[in-house]
């Protein structure tokens, strides 16, 4: 991916008018583990898809709160999240000894973009390796971000990040219509099957692999592992990868979906220290 001399740093344009840097940052991203977030009218749900580094080892957090009306799930640089999260609790406790109320959501995600853009306008740091997607509830209601390197930032009904989400976002295209006036647990178990269809063929969903935050109108931002995610993986059913059922089924649409996705399972796999 060596592009001479115009990826040595995020401050110098290619003549075709890329930064490699930031693009590099983005296949950070797809080295992830997947996350999904989904918006309804009172709810906002996170659900993301947690990763050992060894066998012996345990699995990496994939979804942080920030304040009790607000948190993020991320795929990427596990390091360079715990940085961004930590500047978002520092912008959200300067809003409450300032101003007596929670940050809005969109101050708070326009403060990391702003914070993310200078990496790339700045000689000598590098674009943070790491997308968030940051979901909350303000006066306004409830709300799902997506933050990426370049500090370009968009607000979703349903958006996924990481490697293979490609297969969680058309799920999401294809659902997306439903999410406005479902309840909460719908919500969940719409987030659980994107994340499913993301799945290589050899993993299913787990209580121990899998991660699920909620936060609503007049309800805290909650994270839930462990057992606490058993009874939303009964309402999915088949927890297992559909992936070689569609393959069966679909060779060719399969195929076009391999191709549209930029990190195949076995190089996903192999950046487990990404997340």
Known sequence: MFRNSYDNDSVTFSPQGRIFQVEYALEAIKQGS????????????????????????????KIIKIDGHLGLALAGLAPDARVLSNFMRQQSMSSRLIYNRPIPVARVVNAIADKAQVNTQTYGRRPYGVGLLIAGVDETGPHLWEFQPSGMVLEYKGAAIGARSQSARTYLERNFEQFENISVDELVVHGLRALRDSLPQDKSLTSANTS??????????????????????????????????????????????????????????AMDITD
């Open 212 to 269: 699920v935050a909620v936060v609503g109108i007049g309800e805290e931002f909650t994270l839930y592992d462990g057992n606490s995610v058993t009874i939303w993986l009964e309402k999915v059913g088949d927890v297992g990868s559909s992936r070689g059922s569609r393959t069966q089924e679909e060779p060719e649409a399969s195929g076009a979906a391999a191709t549209s996705s930029s990190v195949p399972a076995s190089g996903a796999e």
């Open 34 to 61: 997947v996350a999904v977030g989904l918006v309804s009218k009172t709810h906002a749900v996170l659900v993301a898809l947690k990763r050992s580094a060894e066998e012996l080892g345990s699995y990496q957090r």
